[in-house]
């Protein structure tokens, strides 16, 4: 299988481990640590020559801060954690643009319009009933208050190994 990649934006040390724990509650397996997808998969190609694009795009803007909010959902299917910042969505929009996928992936993985900054706290796919997101939904709202407020001073970049099902974190690049 050829590798995959997405970027990815890491809360700080001791709000990952209280959501990491808080999903393990809900989960067998997590494919990846909690994070607040940047760009995801499309047009992320094995040959790696996008990750200088990401770099150049990173240099240019400084750190900038972001607050994690109350619990939402894609469809019913899929709980997040909501994302509140200004500077999010132009770091999004200049990394998609720097790699230029095809329009077809950027629908596909819901990119530039649609972007939606969010943390996957579960999902149906991954087992989940719908039910068991309610539940997972109203215990976040207990559980992981206070969300938090946190300067971003890197991206990361998540690779999935060959030897795993799992992401893991491939390549951080600072921004500024």
Same mark, same amino acid.
């Given at each position: 299988?050829?590798?995959?990649?997405?970027?990815?934006?890491?809360?700080?040390?001791?709000?990952?481990?209280?959501?990491?724990?808080?999903?393990?509650?809900?989960?067998?397996?997590?494919?990846?640590?909690?994070?607040?997808?940047?760009?995801?998969?499309?047009?992320?190609?094995?040959?790696? /020559?996008?990750?200088?694009?990401?770099?150049?795009?990173? &240099?240019? @803007?400084? =750190?900038?801060?972001?607050? !994690?909010? +109350?619990?939402?959902?894609?469809?019913?299917?899929?709980?997040?954690?909501?994302?509140?910042?200004?500077?999010?969505?132009?770091?999004?929009?200049?990394?998609?643009?720097?790699?230029?996928?095809?329009?077809?992936?950027?629908?596909?993985?819901?990119?530039?319009?649609?972007?939606?900054?969010?943390?996957?706290?579960?999902?149906?796919?991954?087992?989940?009933?719908?039910? /068991?997101?309610?539940?997972?939904?109203?215990?976040?709202? &207990?559980? @992981?208050? =206070?969300?938090?407020?946190? !300067?971003? +001073?890197?991206?990361?970049?998540?690779?999935?190994?060959?030897?795993?099902?799992?992401?893991?974190?491939?390549?951080?690049?600072?921004?500024?």
């Amino acid at each position: 299988m050829p590798s995959q990649y997405f970027i990815g934006i890491t809360p700080p040390p001791d709000y990952l481990k209280k959501v990491e724990h808080f999903q393990q509650k809900w989960l067998d397996f997590l494919i990846v640590e909690p994070h607040i997808t940047l760009k995801a998969q499309g047009a992320l190609t094995p040959d790696k /020559e996008w990750i200088e694009k990401v770099r150049t795009v990173c &240099k240019s @803007l400084q =750190p900038f801060t972001i607050t !994690l909010a +109350k619990p939402n959902y894609f469809g019913d299917n899929i709980l997040y954690l909501s994302v509140l910042s200004n500077e999010l969505y132009p770091l999004h929009e200049a990394i998609v643009r720097a790699i230029s996928p095809h329009p077809k992936l950027i629908s596909q993985y819901f990119e530039l319009d649609n972007f939606v900054a969010h943390l996957t706290l579960g999902k149906e796919q991954h087992g989940l009933t719908k039910e /068991e997101l309610s539940n997972m939904a109203h215990a976040a709202e &207990k559980e @992981l208050t =206070p969300y938090p407020t946190f !300067l971003v +001073k890197s991206v990361q970049v998540y690779e999935v190994r060959s030897n795993s099902k799992r992401y893991e974190p491939l390549l951080e690049i600072p921004l500024g």
